[in-house]
Nanobody, 115 residues
Framework: QVQLVESGGGLVQAGGSLRLSCAAS????????MGWYRQAPGKQRELVAV???????NYADSARGRFTISRDNAKNTVYLQMNSLKPEDTAVYYC?????????WGKGTLVTVSS
């Protein structure tokens, strides 16, 4: 079992920045791809960014160029640096750990971007 705990959400003005953190309960980055997802009110959950076991990254079109996913293996923590935030980035952001047949989710952290 793996517990994921997100933090770093909050209220920010458009154009501002936030850094989200996701702390895993044990060392898993060698076995799991780590991702950030978000779910806005009335919308489906969507992938924002992912970092593979090997360290490759990929981003949704909406996030590319503004968001950066990274990880600290020593701290068992994944980060999402979000810059140039827009009101449409408002959502609950979830951390995910995934490998074949297994998915773990955090409880989410709310990001609100005011215009």
């Amino acid at each position: 079992q793996v517990q994921l705990v997100e933090s770093g959400g909050g209220l920010v003005q458009a154009g501002g920045s936030l850094r989200l953190s996701c702390a895993a309960s044990r060392s898993i980055f060698g076995s799991y791809a780590m991702g950030w997802y978000r779910q806005a009110p009335g919308k489906q959950r969507e992938l924002v960014a992912v970092i593979t076991r090997g360290g490759s990254t990929n981003y949704a079109d909406s996030a590319r160029g503004r968001f950066t996913i990274s990880r600290d293996n020593a701290k068992n923590t994944v980060y999402l640096q979000m810059n140039s935030l827009k009101p449409e980035d408002t959502a609950v952001y979830y951390c995910n750990a995934a490998k074949v047949g297994i998915n773990y989710w955090g409880k989410g952290t709310l990001v609100t971007v005011s215009s």
